[in-house]
């Protein structure tokens, strides 16, 4: 009886293979092949190798970004460190740095050494409690009551706010910075107003973005803090805490002493030529809300 076993493709190409060459000398052809049989190990081993030094670079690559990570964790762990780098924060128009800076001449309730809401009330409240736009003006270095014919005519970029709370209570024109035009609404129900500005409950200010040249400089001390925010497609900035203490700087750096004031939560940002700021009680969805408004 006959058995057909199958045949392995491999082993039938050999075998077709064999009968195609001719080898006249046996043992000079199994030389010739042990030796490219062992330069293929050799290519193999140099593979291997080149790959685990890539892999090792790599690693070498990680090991090196997680030292730099924690090189920036513990430098941010320092206060002094961290002072530094908020003051890099900033948008044109207006920087934002962290640390000590200038003292408003209306301090902070010596009961208090880190604030969570306000600061020691000053003389924003008329002869009987009600709103004074000179006292407000004056107490928050907003220059003088202007109409808003006065306030668009000297600057054309300027937005009005068509807010649920109505038409500004009084309008302000400045020049600490340059241009610069306060909208102010009164302190009611809808609208808290701070213990370092009772009767105000709203402030909107725009004016010129000039660069380096002058800026409103925030200082954040205690409770305060910064956050960065998109506002209209551009970088802003959410000041929200305790309190914090803002001024003008003009032309040259010239820190404007009589401009420091106590300033609350606060929605800044800039954008064509402009820049914006809203301070208030107001929640940061709520401030951010608002600007929808301007038109």
Do not use: C
Not at 32 to 49: K, L, N, P, S, Y
Not at 171 to 194: C, H, M
Not at 204 to 212: L, T
Not at 226 to 234: D, K, M, W
């Amino acid at each position: 009886m006959t058995v057909d076993s199958p045949i392995d493709p491999l082993e039938r190409a050999l075998i077709d293979l064999a009968s195609r060459v001719d080898i006249t000398d046996v043992d000079a052809f199994a030389a010739a092949t042990m030796v490219r049989v062992q330069r293929g190990r050799d290519d193999e081993r140099r593979r291997r190798t080149f790959s685990l030094v890539r892999g090792t670079h790599a690693r070498q690559v990680l090991a090196i970004a997680a030292a730099i990570v924690l090189i920036v964790t513990a430098v941010l762990a320092v206060p002094r460190s961290r002072d530094a780098i908020a003051d890099l924060l900033g948008i044109d128009g207006l920087r934002i740095r962290s640390g000590e800076g200038p003292v408003p001449t209306s301090t902070v309730p010596a009961s208090s050494s880190a604030p969570s809401t306000a600061i020691a009330p000053t003389s924003t409240a008329g002869p009987v409690g009600g709103f004074d736009a000179a006292a407000v003006g004056r107490d928050l270095k907003l220059g003088s009551e202007v109409s808003l014919a006065s306030a668009r005519a000297a600057f054309p970029k300027l937005r009005e706010l068509n807010s649920p709370y109505g038409p500004p209570d009084a309008i302000y024109r400045g020049d600490q910075p340059s241009g610069l035009v306060s909208f102010v609404w009164r302190a009611g129900p809808a609208l808290v107003g701070s213990t370092s500005a009772p009767t105000v409950g709203l402030l909107v200010q725009q004016y010129p973005s000039s660069g380096d040249l002058s800026f409103f400089l925030k200082t954040l001390s205690g409770g305060s803090r910064a956050r960065e925010v998109v506002v209209e497609g551009a970088k802003g900035y959410w000041v929200d805490g305790a309190p914090h203490s803002i001024a003008y700087v003009g032309p040259g750096n010239s820190f404007i002493e009589d401009t420091v004031r106590w300033a609350t939560n606060a929605l800044v940002w800039s954008g064509n030529g402009v820049t914006y700021r809203i301070e208030s009680s107001l929640t940061q969805e709520e401030a951010t809300a608002l600007v929808k408004s301007l038109h």
